[in-house]
């Protein structure tokens, strides 16, 4: 069994959602507010965990700029909350991602995770659309950003959606 099916069956039921199963690729794919996906990835036979949310498509106008953004909020993890943000070759998307060893992450840890990635994509998003703040600018996201991740509080933040 993969480890991480018991995680999202325990994430399901605190939660009332709907039945969450890795697909056979080791992929669950959660929505939150109708805007972001939650990619949860935990292939057979892996050891990690890997828990990663698309931002946003690279622009096609300034794109230096934009990567020298994304850079600095990178740089040393404070913007990202510890995650870290990566491109996607083929979608040309910015990922913002957080990879986890499968044996140390219990249910409330995944619940933690998601959110600490939710709130930090939220951020993120607002910083890297056009005319966001520079990432050297301290924001009020900032602030949520460098307080401890809230719990998932109601069923009505996720709508779970499955690939396969």
Known sequence: MNPLAPLLDSLSRTHGLGPLALDEAGVCVL?????LDVI??????????????PLMPVPGVDREGFFRKVLA??????????????LNEI???VMLGALLPADTLDALGLEHLIGNLIDGAQSLIARLEPGGAHPD???????????PAPNIQTSSFFDPRHRG
């Open 31 to 35: 929505r939150y507010d109708d805007r």
């Open 91 to 93: 979608s040309e998307t």
């Open 73 to 86: 909020l990178n740089h040393r993890g404070e913007a990202t909350r510890g995650a870290t943000l990566s």
């Open 40 to 53: 949860i990835e935990c292939p057979p036979g892996a050891e990690s965990v890997l828990v990663q949310i």
């Open 137 to 147: 600018v301290s924001t009020d996201a900032d602030e949520t950003a460098r307080s």
